[in-house]
């Protein structure tokens, strides 16, 4: 299933972006960069992280989830945990860029950076158990588990 692939890739894209976010609340944490460019950038790395997430959510619940229910209907509980997930990510890294507004102070950014970490370790989980689930209906249809970039 080349959805699949490609989901993998989205996991891998979404992992790089998410961790460049948290490395540039890093630098303004300890401050390296002060500048209100960098502030803006950001922002700005945030924004897209959540407009490309969206994006792979959408993608997921539309073309992938229904292909599994199809080959593999037992699994359709845990796709609905997962969409309930989907909402709620979507929902936390939204607060997060929310928060991400001048003035910066540095308790302000110690708890954004904690914030984006402790997401960091959500999306990990979300996406461990979505390329479990896609090796678990590979499984159950005879073919070969889904390429993953995790491993």
């Known amino acids: 299933m080349d959805d699949w ?9 979404l992992r790089a972006q998410l961790t460049r976010v948290i490395t540039m609340l890093s630098l303004v944490q300890s401050g390296s960069y002060t500048a ?3 502030h803006d950038e950001t922002v700005s790395q945030a924004e897209l992280w959540l407009s490309q997430q969206r994006e792979h959510f959408a ?13 593999a209907p037992i699994m359709a509980p ?11 990510l979507n929902h936390d890294f939204a607060a997060l860029v929310a928060e991400l ?11 954004s950076l904690s914030v984006a970490r402790r997401f960091e370790q959500q999306f990990e989980q979300h996406a461990a158990t979505e390329s479990q689930l896609l090796d678990e209906v590979a499984v159950q249809v005879n073919q070969k588990p889904s390429p993953r970039s995790d491993r």
């Open 5 to 13: 692939t490609l989901l993998s890739d989205d996991h891998a894209l």
């Open 36 to 38: 209100q460019h960098l």
């Open 59 to 71: 993608f997921e619940e539309t073309s992938v989830f229904p292909q599994i229910e199809k080959l």
């Open 78 to 88: 845990r796709l609905a945990r997962l969409q309930t997930e989907h909402r709620r």
């Open 101 to 111: 507004t001048p003035p910066w102070s540095e308790s302000h950014v110690s708890a």
